[in-house]
């Protein structure tokens, strides 16, 4: 893949508040149409990326383009082809739907602003409530809106940090079906969550902790990347092996899946061992399943606990 | 990328103005607010106070006793609550602040006074709130001397004082009654705008990042002169409502002159408007909250009131506080304004105080320009 195929093409990029290195030397290369997942544990440092990759903060150190432009000097031209939803609401509560996309639109300085407030408020189905207050949204709403603002001036790249916090699965369901159609037309589209269907949606996704990136691949890979096998111990008694394989060294981590205990580890010889082991002893069953996705991240995260320092400034 | 945009302009005018209009409360304020201090400083402040009361010691009632205390009534100045016979319940009184004034006049001062002895009546007055005092203490001289002058006949008439060799003649221009309203009303515009408008646009940047809604500004490629003009002219049309609310009622209640030219008036109330504007503009692109634009706010406010001339006479001030109120932009619009409205001043006299303004203004806005954050760093 030639480099002009990359929308994001960042390396080594570095940002730190004070004695907190936010951001840790990362690189990110983001094919042009792709959906982007970025993962991590809260206080990673994914904010803070993303907001240097659109300009909102200056880097200390590291180099790229961002759609072709020096992600330092020609931040300006970013802006006005990056579309960027933020992690809090961050639209005017005390502007209704219409004033606030129609806001957004002439700040672009669209030939068309009104035009594309209509097919915005359309399109998302906010025709109805366009003079409604936005802080009187709730919070599927809010989020409908603020998608729509940042997509008002046709971005060729959209970056959106946790859109779909605090919003119900129904919502949520239409809101990546809309970021599929997006990406269906070209839109590449970065995106960070917590949530594992949504990690799933990706194509590839990058995993940071502690401001550096552990991990980036795509996404069917990302469980023989991380290499784990998974036991799984059903019987009344599960919860007392819990604690004990815990606590054993070849165990990454044991966690309960309803009301079976998942044993996960590297070695897979080892873990079936422990696993039949525990499970004689409380008689249960001990069988082995697909470590996915899901086990991948517990696994990756157990490594590393929530980072505790806040990730930005304000 | 264009470097300045009409409509990205006119998309943030727009938004700050229904954002204005949407918050009742602000904007009841910066309305109710000129009304309030016109009504409070207009009526209640008079730094020329009359019928103060006034406690006379004596102990006996003749001729030139009652002509002088009818002449001290006469002035206005005094109120005669009490007379005493003794010293110690009139000290009391002065002291206890019941009479602002003491006048003792000696036992057998007809009799002494008939004799040619020059005798000596005593005002002591309580000058602890010397404005209060001063101007009676001022005119007491004048009175005893009118109010005697009649009784200073016939065989007395060697005792009348004699003409002074010249004359001294005194015009009070500009305000031949000495109104204190006269002053104040002009003034109070010039500290009812600096209130008001450098408060309001204060907090412009702080509410923004407060709210979250910076990041949506900053992300998009909206200029900082975009912003800086966006968000202060919608405030001169609030400027614009509290000059007329003042002008109007200055003129219906206190009946102060509006000599000058309302050109010139205007062209220096937009200027004065602007720079407010962009003090505060300029406070909250150094403020990180809308609390510290508020604390910020305040140290431009406490030297804009007192060291401008608006509290007390500019030119009785040491030269380092008159340093520092030149460099307020209250300080030039007073005297513009107390000029244009009272003196009828042309261009070329308030020249000297509309180029001074004009300077600050560019600073101002030079300054906040290049304060303003495009990043969230």
């Known amino acids: ?314 | 990328m264009k470097a300045f945009s009409w409509t990205r302009l006119k998309a943030v005018f727009l938004k700050e103005f229904v954002q204005m209009r949407r918050d009742r409360l602000t904007f009841a304020m910066m309305i109710g607010i000129p009304v309030l201090q016109l009504f409070l400083f207009g009526y209640a402040i008079n730094t020329d106070p009359r019928r103060l009361p006034t406690v006379v010691e004596m102990r006996e009632t003749g001729v030139f006793e009652r002509s002088f205390l009818a002449g001290l009534k006469n002035s206005t100045f005094f109120e005669i609550v009490a007379t005493t016979t003794r010293a110690e319940e009139g000290d009391a009184m002065l002291r206890g602040g019941e009479a602002a004034f003491l006048i003792v006049i000696p036992e057998g001062f007809e009799r002494r006074l008939v004799r040619g002895e020059r005798p000596q009546i005593l005002l002591a007055a309580d000058a602890s709130d010397p404005v209060a005092s001063g101007g009676a203490v001022n005119a007491v001289q004048q009175i005893a001397e009118r109010a005697l002058a009649r009784d200073m006949a016939g065989p007395l008439a060697r005792l009348a004082p004699g003409a002074p060799p010249f004359e001294v003649v005194v015009h009070r221009r500009y305000n031949p009654a000495g109104e204190t309203a006269y002053n104040i009303v002009p003034g109070l515009l010039g500290v009812i705008l600096t209130m008001t408008l450098v408060l309001i646009t204060s907090i412009a940047l702080a509410r923004e990042g407060e709210r979250g809604t910076l990041e949506t500004l900053l992300a998009t490629p909206v200029r900082p002169v975009e912003v800086m003009l966006g968000k202060t002219t919608p405030y001169i049309l609030v400027g614009a409502v509290q000059v007329l609310i003042v002008v109007a009622l200055a003129r219906w209640l206190f009946d102060v002159p509006f000599l000058g030219s309302p050109l010139l008036f205007t062209i220096a109330i937009t200027l004065f408007l602007f720079t407010n504007l962009m003090l505060g503009y300029l406070i909250s692109t150094i403020a990180r909250s809308q609390m510290q634009a508020m604390q910020m706010t305040f140290f431009i406010f406490l030297p804009s009131i007192l060291l401008s001339g608006f509290m007390f006479p500019f030119s009785a001030m040491p030269g380092w506080a008159q340093a520092i109120g030149e460099a307020l932009p209250l300080t030039h619009f007073l005297r513009m304004v107390r000029e244009i409205m009272l003196k009828g001043a042309g261009i070329g006299d308030v020249w000297n105080d509309l180029a001074p303004l004009a300077l600050i203004l560019a600073v101002l806005s030079t300054l906040a320009l290049l304060r303003y954050r495009r990043t969230l760093d």
Request: aromatic letters at 6%.
């Open chain 1, 1 to 314: 893949m030639t480099s002009d195929d990359l929308v994001i093409d960042v390396r080594g990029l570095t940002k730190s508040f004070g004695a907190l290195t936010a951001v840790d030397h990362v690189d990110l290369a983001v094919p042009r149409g792709a959906i982007y997942g970025f993962l991590g544990p809260n206080g990673s440092g994914k904010t803070t990326t993303i907001r240097l990759v659109c300009g909102l903060l200056r880097p200390d150190a590291g180099e790229g383009r961002v759609l072709g432009f020096d992600v330092i000097r020609e931040s300006e031209e970013i802006k006005v082809r990056v579309g960027y939803m933020t992690q809090r609401f961050s639209l005017y509560e005390d502007l209704s739907i219409r004033e606030n996309l129609a806001f957004i639109a002439r700040l672009y300085d669209l030939d068309d602003a009104d035009a594309r407030v209509a097919a915005a408020l359309d399109d998302l189905g906010l025709s109805a409530r366009a003079d409604q207050l936005a802080g009187k949204l709730s919070g599927g709403w809010k989020q409908r809106l603020a998608l729509a603002a940042c997509m008002i001036h046709d971005p060729e790249l959209l970056l959106l940090d946790e859109p779909t916090a605090g919003v119900d699965p129904k919502a949520r369901r239409e809101f990546w079906d809309q970021i599929r159609r997006f990406a269906d037309r070209g839109v590449t589209t970065l995106v960070s969550t917590h949530y594992m269907d949504e990690a799933v949606q990706c194509d590839s996704i990058a995993y940071i902790a502690y401001g550096k990136k552990i991990l980036d691949a795509p996404t069917a890979q990302i469980p023989d990347k991380v290499g784990l096998h998974a036991y799984r111990l059903r019987g009344a008694r599960v919860a007392e092996a819990q604690a004990a394989l815990e606590r054993d060294p070849g165990v990454v981590f044991a966690t309960r899946f309803g009301a079976d205990l998942h044993v996960v580890g590297k070695d897979e010889a080892a873990i079936a061992r422990l696993a039949k082991a525990a499970a004689e002893r409380i008689g249960a069953t001990a069988e082995p399943v697909d470590a996915g996705l899901e086990e991948a991240f517990i696994g990756l995260m157990s490594g590393a606990a929530d980072n505790a320092a806040p990730g930005a400034p304000r």
